[in-house]
């Protein structure tokens, strides 16, 4: 594996964490906005 495979693979893991992050977040807004 050379360094832009890794590099590739790290930004993938940090995206989903990311996109995960984002999730929670839009399903607490949801949350927080019903009544």
Same mark, same amino acid.
């Given at each position: *594996? $050379?360094?832009?495979? !890794?590099?590739?693979?790290?930004?993938?893991? !940090?995206?989903?964490?990311?996109?995960? *992050?984002?999730? $929670?977040? *839009?399903? $607490?807004?949801?949350?927080?906005?019903?009544?």
């Amino acid at each position: *594996m $050379d360094v832009s495979e !890794a590099r590739l693979l790290a930004l993938e893991a !940090a995206n989903i964490k990311l996109k995960r *992050m984002l999730a $929670d977040a *839009m399903l $607490d807004n949801v949350a927080l906005n019903a009544p």
